[in-house]
């Protein structure tokens, strides 16, 4: 059974920090690209971040570029997504992906910035 569970996500002050997990199973992990996404309200789900499984590649969104890393452990079956200075713009549903030849998704880790 696959699953892809998010962590992480909680209320932070603007410049602030957060670190987001994601805990995988019921696949080869080190195999799939992971891929983190979000969704504010009223908005269409925007991909944020993305790692390779073998070459461990990133490449991320401009809006969160140099603030944002991923970053992955094959050995955890975890990818993680480092958020650095976040503000009022990146509030949202944060979703956890993994593509291969299929295509699977977590519910989603809610992050708030507030002051």
């Known amino acids: 059974q696959v699953q892809l569970v998010e962590s992480g996500g909680g209320l932070v002050q603007p410049g602030g920090s957060l670190r987001l997990s994601c805990l995988a199973s019921?696949?080869?992990?080190?195999?799939?690209?992971m891929n983190w996404y979000r969704q504010a309200p009223g908005k269409e789900r925007e991909l944020v971040a993305v790692?390779?499984?073998?070459?461990?590649?990133?490449n991320y969104a401009d809006s969160v570029k140099g603030r944002f890393t991923i970053s992955r452990d094959n050995g955890k079956n975890t990818v993680y997504l480092q958020m650095n200075s976040l503000t009022p713009e990146d509030p949202a549903v944060y979703y956890c992906?993994?593509?291969?030849?299929?295509?699977?998704w977590g519910k989603g880790t809610l992050v708030t910035v507030s002051s």
């Open positions: 019921g696949f080869t992990f080190n195999y799939y690209t």
């Open positions: 992906n993994a593509v291969r030849f299929e295509n699977y």
């Open positions: 790692i390779t499984g073998v070459s461990g590649s990133t």
